[in-house]
């Protein structure tokens, strides 16, 4: 009789156990199938963040349509200037085009080759940027007057527009006409670094010389960028937004576009079987469908997008999907 009660009492013991494991098995270390669905990658345990592959291609190769979008300067902090190609002073009749110059073997500024158009000093700024952009061009030649004939004929307050070979124009505003001798023009102030968008246009002026074969004066007209495209540089760049309405199903991933003329396109992110590693599967320009397929796609795939602006920056990520098989 006693090796049945010592059976009956392992027995006993055996499923007693059994229940406690369970017991705490469910409540604290939670291996049960439910909390397997439900339990975060090891990653998000250890409370470390997924890492992110992504493309070492430069924007242009990414999204091979940017040119189109970069074509378009926009006015804020981002802006650099432009590189001027027409030269139009309406008070004056000067319609130019604008060659580009630099500094020649004696020191000074190289002059255009066509009498009848402008040039800009390529080693210093570009207009619309900060600092003194200049301007030259010749006032006359044997034949008569050249393109800055003009020039002296402005006053304060009149307008200079300078433009890209896209039109894309900066209108600046005359603040004075200053004539110096033509060994004592102050290039510091002409040529010099400033916080201020000037643009000084320079030419000949006074009586011509003809053992020097040169006018005995320098004008200087002093511009200044127009007061409303300054407020506009002065505008913050944004991140962009993140892409919204974001789906995974039927083998294809989609999102609704960034309402920004800045998007240059979208970046899609996956990460396979909690892996806790996002890689970058595709760029797609902000020209094309939002979508793309994925052959690949599991229930266990997760996605999310990111929009990307013409500066290179990118916004955050958006809302994860995994993956689905429905339609």
């Given at each position: ?51 992110i592959e992504k493309t070492r291609l430069s924007l242009e190769e990414e999204f091979p349509r940017i040119k189109k979008i970069k074509e378009t300067p926009l006015l ?104 110096y001798p033509k060994d004592q023009a102050p290039l510091k102030e002409i040529f010099g670094e400033t916080e201020k968008r000037n643009l000084n246009l320079i030419t ?12 005995e004066e320098r004008l200087v007209v002093y511009t200044e960028l127009a007061q409303d495209q300054q407020s506009e540089i002065a505008q913050k760049v944004l991140k ?88």
């Open positions: 009789m006693k090796w049945f009660v010592r059976i009956a009492y392992a027995v006993f013991l055996s499923v007693f156990l059994f229940s406690a494991y369970s017991f705490v098995s469910d409540k604290y270390l939670q291996t049960s199938g439910a909390a397997e669905e439900n339990t975060p990658p090891v990653y998000k345990e250890k409370n470390l963040k997924p890492r804020n902090e981002k802006f650099e200037g432009i590189y001027p190609a027409k030269l139009s002073i309406p008070k004056a009749g000067i319609e130019a085009d604008i060659e580009e110059t630099g500094t020649l073997a004696n020191g000074q500024m190289g002059v255009p080759a066509d009498l009848q158009n402008a040039a800009w000093y390529e080693p210093g700024t570009k207009p619309g940027n900060k600092g003194n952009a200049v301007i030259d061009g010749h006032v006359d030649s044997k034949t008569g007057p050249a393109v800055f004939y003009s020039l002296k004929k402005l006053k304060k307050g009149d307008e200079v527009n300078v433009s890209d070979q896209n039109g894309f124009t900066l209108t600046y505003i005359v603040k004075e006409l200053v004539s000949c002026t006074g009586l011509f010389n003809k053992e020097q074969h040169t006018h962009p937004e993140s892409p919204s309405n974001v789906k995974a199903a039927g083998g294809f991933v989609s999102w609704y576009a960034v309402r920004n003329q800045n998007i240059i396109g979208y970046r899609v992110y996956k990460m396979e079987k909690n892996s806790g590693i996002y890689h970058q599967m595709a760029s797609v320009s902000a020209y094309e469908r939002k979508n793309i397929a994925d052959t690949k796609m599991q229930a266990d795939s997760s996605y999310y997008i990111t929009a990307v602006d013409r500066y290179g920056q990118e916004s955050a990520p958006s809302e994860t999907v995994k993956g689905s098989g429905e339609e």
